[in-house]
């Protein structure tokens, strides 16, 4: 059965903190992880995208890591700006392209 | 580029009534999937198709959801009848070739069954 959890499942942090955010999930044959940012109201925008070749990927203050061995991932954002506050979804894809997603984290940035 | 459109963005039915949405996928996408997304979950895969093919409705409760992609471009998703449990935000997203590909999000539907 694929499970992806995601710790935490709320976290609020003033401006300008560094944070992580955890995915963690069950299944061993997976072709790639994704973070996916979710405003409320919109659909969901695609971060980040982690080949399983691969230990990281990074996009501007955000960087990403894989641990596949651990079945483990983890999402940095440094300097935490109050745009930044939505919901952050971490999805694996197996070779059948199909994404399980985790239940999110709610990011909320406080001025 | 113009991004993936859905319709309608909220709906609102009682239970045991038919609804559908509407997707158009990004121009030259010719994977699609529909998402259920609960409230407090993440999305799950309902259908995804390649074209006008089915590729996995493995989630996809036939006795009362169906869904087509006519012409491999546009799809819609049909509930019938809906029931409570249906509440929920209906996402459709394409990419380019076999899924493996970053995945490109509609806004959604937000479906509220009474």
């Known amino acids: 059965k694929q499970e992806v959890t995601q710790i935490p499942a709320a976290l609020s942090v003033p401006e300008g903190e560094n944070l992580v955010l955890n995915c963690s999930f069950t299944?061993?044959?997976?072709?790639?992880l994704q973070w996916f940012r979710q405003d409320p109201g919109k659909g969901l925008t695609s971060l980040l995208l982690?080949?399983?070749?691969?230990r990281e990927q990074t996009s501007g203050r955000l960087n990403a890591s894989l641990d596949k061995s651990s079945g483990r991932s983890t999402l940095y954002i440094a300097a935490s700006q109050p745009g930044d506050s939505a919901t952050y979804l971490c999805a694996y894809q197996t070779g059948a392209n199909n994404l399980f997603f985790g239940t999110g984290t709610r990011l909320t940035v406080i001025p | 580029e113009a991004g993936v459109a859905q319709s309608p963005r909220y709906k609102i039915i009682e239970k045991r009534q038919s609804v559908a949405f509407w997707c158009n996928p990004i121009?030259?996408?010719?994977?699609l999937y529909w998402y259920q997304q609960i409230l407090g979950q993440g999305p799950k895969l309902l259908i995804q198709?390649?074209?006008?093919?089915?590729?996995?409705d493995s989630q996809l409760p036939k006795d009362r959801f169906s869904a087509e992609r006519l012409k491999g471009v546009d799809s819609t998703l049909k509930i019938q009848p809906a029931k409570l449990e249906d509440s929920a935000v209906y996402l459709c997203?394409?990419?380019?070739?076999?899924?493996?590909?970053?995945?490109?999000f509609g806004p959604g539907t937000r479906l509220l069954v009474l």
């Open positions: 299944d061993s044959a997976i072709y790639n």
């Open positions: 198709f390649q074209n006008n093919g089915v590729v996995d």
């Open positions: 982690i080949q399983s070749s691969q």
């Open positions: 997203a394409s990419s380019l070739a076999d899924g493996s590909e970053t995945q490109y």
């Open positions: 121009s030259g996408h010719a994977t």
